[in-house]
C-alpha cells in the first residue's frame, strides 16, 4: 500500500517518500485513514512503528486545505501537539518541519517546553502559529504570559498518551482541556505504545463514541528485529560487565538504562576512566546539555550513552544496534519503551537485561505482562554469588522485588505542587 492510497495528497506522499517512509507501517496505514476522515483515535503500537508519522501526515494535510482558505492577519493554532519531554516535542517539531519542506509548504510551529527561557518562545509567537507542541506545563506558563488562544484547537494529539494522563501530569493536563473546545467540538488523537486497561477506560470519556481504535500487538517477543537476551549476575559486577559489552561492541553505539540520575554519573565515570566513550544524560542536565549530548551521540562522538527513563520514549537514534537494561524498569510497560530504542525502521537491533539476585523476581513479573520467553543466562566469567533476598509481597498480589508503579521524584512534585494549588497557596509544578 502507498501513502497516497490513503487518501494523502500527491505532494504529502512525496514527501513521505523522499523523507525515507517508503511504505506506510501498520499503524499507519490504519490510523492516516481514521484521522483524514476527522474521528478521534486511539493508538497503541510498539516503538518505532511509526506513530508520529500518523497523525503528522493528517495534520499537514487539513493545514494545507485549511490555510488556502486563511485571511490575512496573525495565524490562530489549528493543532495542538502535547508530550512529555523536550525531546520528544523537538523530534515532533523536527518531523513537521522535514516533511512540509519536502511538501514545499511548511506551517509555523511554536515549541513550547521547559528547561529554557520562556521569553524567546513567547517572541516566536507573535503572529500567531499553525500548530503547537508543548509540554503541559510550560504551555500553561505561555498561556498566561501571552495572547496565545487555545478555542480555536481543531486537533488535540496526547503523544505517549499514557504518560500523560498519569499522575505526574494530571492536574496540569485537566488545566489544558478547560482552555480547549469541548469534546464534541474537536478531534482528539491520543497515542502511546502501551496503553494499561485502566488507562483505555478514562481515555474512552475524552473520545467521541464514534472513535476509532487501531491496536498494534505490543510484544515485541515475535520481531525478528531485535534480539533479547537477559543475563543473571551479580549487583556489583554489572559495571564490570558493561565494560566486557563495551568492548566486544566497539565501533557501536550504547544506549544504557540505570534507575537514578546518581548512577548515570557513576557508571559513565566508572566507563570513562576505563577508557570507554561514555557520558550520561538525565533531567539534571540544562536543556542546552541535554541536547548538546544527544545530537554527539547521534553523531557517534560517544559510544556509550547512560540514561534515566528520559530517554526510554520519544527519542529515535538512527542505526542504534544496542540497548542495555543496567537496572530493569520499575514498570513492566517501560520494558517495552526502552528496548523500542532499538531495532527500529526494520533494522536489527540487540536488547540485554541485568538480573541480579534481588531483581530476578522482578524480572519474572517483567517477563510475564509482556509474554517474553527469555532464557535467563549465566555467564562463566561472573559466577553468581550474591544471596537472592527474601521475596517479598508485590503491592498488585504479584511477587516481585521492584514495585511495578513507583511515583519518580519529578512526580512527587508535581504531585506536591498540585497539592499546594489545591489548597490555595500559589505553588507551581515542575515543568
Known amino acids: 500500500m502507498s501513502f497516497s492510497a490513503l487518501g494523502l495528497a500527491p505532494s504529502l506522499a512525496q514527501a513521505a517518500h523522499s523523507s525515507g517512509l517508503m511504505a506506510p507501517t501498520a499503524v499507519q496505514q490504519q490510523a492516516i485513514e481514521v484521522v483524514l476522515q476527522g474521528r478521534d483515535l486511539l493508538a497503541c503500537a510498539p516503538t518505532g512503528s511509526g506513530k508520529t508519522a500518523a497523525y503528522v501526515l493528517p495534520l499537514l494535510q487539513a493545514w494545507m486545505l485549511g490555510e488556502a482558505q486563511r485571511l490575512h492577519g496573525p495565524r490562530q493554532a489549528q493543532a495542538l501537539i502535547l508530550v512529555p519531554t523536550r525531546e520528544l516535542a523537538a523530534q515532533v517539531a523536527e518531523l513537521i518541519y522535514v516533511l512540509g519542506e519536502a511538501s514545499g509548504r511548511r506551517p509555523k510551529v511554536a515549541v513550547l517546553t521547559g528547561g529554557v527561557s520562556i521569553n524567546p518562545q513567547l517572541m516566536a ?15 500553561l506558563d505561555v498561556v498566561a504570559h501571552s495572547r496565545l488562544q487555545l478555542k480555536n484547537i481543531r486537533t488535540l494529539v496526547l503523544d505517549e498518551a499514557d504518560r500523560l494522563m498519569d499522575q505526574g501530569f494530571a492536574d496540569e493536563l485537566g488545566q489544558v482541556l478547560a482552555l480547549l473546545p469541548g469534546t464534541q467540538a474537536r478531534q482528539t488523537l491520543l497515542l502511546s505504545a502501551t496503553f494499561a486497561p485502566s488507562v483505555q477506560a478514562l481515555a474512552a470519556g475524552w473520545l467521541r463514541a464514534d472513535h476509532a481504535r487501531v491496536m498494534i500487538e505490543p510484544s515485541l517477543q515475535q520481531d525478528a528485529d531485535i534480539m533479547q537476551r537477559a ?6 559486577r554489572r559495571t564490570a560487565l558493561l565494560h566486557d559489552l563495551a568492548v566486544q561492541h566497539a565501533g557501536q553505539r550504547m544506549l544504557v538504562f540505570v534507575a537514578s540520575r546518581y548512577s548515570a554519573e557513576h557508571v559513565a565515570n566508572k566507563l570513562y576512566d576505563r577508557k570507554i566513550n561514555a557520558t550520561a544524560f538525565h533531567g539534571d542536565l540544562s536543556q542546552g546539555a541535554r541536547r548538546q549530548v544527544l545530537d554527539e551521540f547521534k553523531n557517534s562522538q560517544w559510544q556509550v550513552l547512560i540514561t534515566t527513563d528520559l530517554a526510554a520514549r520519544g527519542i529515535h537514534v538512527d ?42 523476581a522482578h524480572w519474572r513479573l517483567i517477563a510475564r505482562r509482556n509474554a517474553l520467553e527469555i532464557a535467563l543466562e549465566t555467564l562463566p566469567q561472573y559466577p553468581v554469588t550474591e544471596p537472592a533476598p527474601a521475596r517479598q509481597p508485590h503491592e498488585d498480589g504479584d511477587r516481585g522485588g521492584i514495585k511495578g508503579r513507583r511515583m519518580s521524584k519529578k512526580d512527587k512534585l508535581r504531585a506536591a505542587a498540585a497539592q499546594a494549588r489545591t489548597q490555595g497557596d500559589g505553588g507551581s509544578g515542575t515543568r
Not at 543475563?231 to 556489583?236: A, L, P
Not at 530504542?341 to 534481588?358: E, K, Y
Open 319 to 360: 542505526s542504534l544496534p544496542l540497548v542495555v537494561n543496567y537496572d530493569l524498569p520499575r514498570s513492566p510497560a517501560d520494558y517495552i519503551h526502552r528496548i523500542g530504542r532499538t531495532g527500529r525502521a526494520g533494522q536489527s537491533g540487540l536488547a540485554i537485561s541485568f538480573v541480579t539476585p534481588a531483581s530476578q
Open 231 to 236: 543475563i543473571y549476575i551479580d549487583s556489583g
Open 125 to 139: 509567537l507573535r503572529g500567531g502559529a499553525d500548530m503547537v507542541i508543548a509540554t503541559p506545563g510550560r504551555l
